[in-house]
């Protein structure tokens, strides 16, 4: 399975959400099992009855946009060093 189907069947590990900008996060392997990351960024927003999304941003969405980056890449980092502890604590 190549990697751009998994991102798309994969769920994610991780969602931030503020005022409807959601940042997802998917861990993904590469075809020698090592994971990586990769962060989704949507907005979401009611047309009529109905909610749909989009990764287009206005001016106002911007700061939350920036914001929820930040938070996705916080939980980056902690995942990537969950998977670290793991690993050095198979290793004992």
Do not use: C, Y
């Not at 106002?60 to 604590?89: F, N, Q, T």
Request: avoid cysteine; aromatic fraction near 8%.
């Amino acid at each position: 399975m190549t990697n751009s189907k998994q991102e798309t069947s994969n769920k994610p590990i991780s969602r931030i959400t503020l005022k409807g900008i959601t940042a997802s996060v998917f861990r993904n392997e590469t075809d020698k099992g090592v994971p990586f990351f990769k962060v989704s960024i949507t907005r979401t927003f009611k047309d009529g009855k109905e909610f749909r999304s989009t990764s287009a941003f206005n001016r106002d969405d911007l700061p939350l946009v920036g914001e929820v980056v930040r938070r996705a890449w916080l939980e980056v980092i902690k995942h990537e060093a969950d998977e670290a502890s793991s690993k050095s604590d198979d290793a004992k």
